[in-house]
């Protein structure tokens, strides 16, 4: 069957799922999304942490979770500091066979012991923080996730890129303010206010309510209605707030669980137009089915029909990891 050039990337990805070959994930190593100027592209998505990650409900207040995350913090950093790389929050696996997301929590673990100065637990993988590239409410939805979806390590590791990216942006913002106090020293607390108002907008258009809530802050309407009140009241003209890294993820994409090769892998946002592009060949990879998927079937016509139910559940299986990007 061929693609047609005027489908849309959304309906150019089905068919491309369509067509695509399997492979046992038995058979590979890590997976990997090739290069820009490769042709095949490996995609392994893990089903669960895109559930927790990317479906359309509501983001709603988890009280235990912002009750108890200081907690769960103190109880993780007095472990990796008492117990090293034996400490029993770092035995902590996901509930997968894929090999990808495996090696993910892997370096998640020799990520934060290599932050308190530890040797690293899996002599196969970097130390490189396996999160540093998703949108900051992806990292808030793993760090405030108690559900058992992300192990300590990866909820630890999430939770200090944020810290990481926060310290930047107050950075920028304290000389933001600086600059404003220079030009008209008569409103420096004015500045201060405007200026912090201004980012907590910011941060707030991309944090869930479980992390709101453990920070004490105001929802995002009370806090845009303070800025533009703010705004109105200036003597000068108010600069955008400074940028934040990594705030948002692209438009569009999916999660996927990324091998770069050297014991480095990462997720990454992967948009569907570069996955439907003509010079990308998707190469899937085969886990066990769902028992949902596995049950028994009653064709009418057992020809066409078993040929026709294995496409499908092959389309389906991949497809449900998709259902929640836009346009599909």
Known sequence: MLISPYASSSQRLYDKISQATS????????????????????????????????????????????????????????????????????????????????????????????????????????????????????????????????????????????????????????????SLTRRDKSHSAFWQQLTQTQAQATQLEEMTETERAWRGWGTLESVQRDLARLKQESPLAVPAAPDYRHLRSPANSVLAAVSEGQGSARWKMVSIQELAADNVRLTLIDFAPTPADSAPATPTQPGAADSGKALHNKVKSWLALYANVSRY
Request: avoid cysteine; hydrophobic fraction near 40%.
């Open 23 to 178: 492979t046992p994930a038995s058979a590979l190593g890590a997976p990997t999304v090739a290069s820009r100027d490769s042709a095949t592209v490996t995609l392994s998505v893990e089903a669960r942490a895109i559930q927790a990650l990317l479906q359309n409900k509501p983001d709603e207040v988890n009280a235990s979770s912002a009750a108890g995350f200081n907690d769960f913090l103190a109880r993780f950093g007095e472990q990796i500091h008492a117990q090293g790389k034996a400490a029993p929050m770092l035995a902590e696996l996901p509930e997968s066979a894929d090999p990808a997301r495996l090696a993910l929590a892997h370096q998640a673990v020799n990520f934060v012991l290599s932050k308190v100065g530890q040797p690293s637990a899996y002599a196969e993988q970097s130390s490189q923080n396996p999160f540093a590239e998703l949108g900051r409410k992806s990292l808030s939805r793993i760090a405030f996730d108690d559900s058992g979806t992300f192990t300590s390590a990866e909820r630890s590791a999430a939770h200090q890129e944020i810290q990481a990216r926060e310290e930047d942006f107050t950075k920028a913002v304290k000389a933001q303010q600086e």
